[in-house]
Nanobody, 116 residues
Framework: QLQLVESGGGLVQAGGSLRLSCAAS????????MGWYRQAPGKQRELVAT???????NYVDSVKGRFTISRDNAKNTVYLQMNSLKAEDTAVYYC??????????WGQGTQVTVSS
């Protein structure tokens, strides 16, 4: 099993930046792809970005050029650098991690609020 702990959310003005972190613990030998999802009030949860164990990344179109996902395999941690934030980026952000058996684990979520 994997446990995920997120940090770094908060309140920021439009145009500002935030960096989210998510540390994995537990059966880290099985850690595979990691990613970030978000859920805004009244909306479905959506994929934001993913990164494979070897560093290949994927982004939803709405964040391309503004967000960067990265990971430190030595620290079992994934990051989401968010720049040029917009009010529509306001959401609860969830970290995910997949293990070698394709089971997906979720963090508890961290609130990001962008004021316009």
């Amino acid at each position: 099993q994997l446990q995920l702990v997120e940090s770094g959310g908060g309140l920021v003005q439009a145009g500002g930046s935030l960096r989210l972190s998510c540390a994995a613990s537990g059966s880290i030998f099985s850690l595979n792809a990691m990613g970030w999802y978000r859920q805004a009030p009244g909306k479905q949860r959506e994929l934001v970005a993913t990164i494979t164990i070897d560093g290949r990344t994927n982004y939803v179109d709405s964040v391309k050029g503004r967000f960067t996902i990265s990971r430190d395999n030595a620290k079992n941690t994934v990051y989401l650098q968010m720049n040029s934030l917009k009010a529509e980026d306001t959401a609860v952000y969830y970290c995910t991690a997949d293990d070698s058996w394709n089971r997906r684990y979720w963090g508890q979520g961290t609130q990001v609020t962008v004021s316009s």
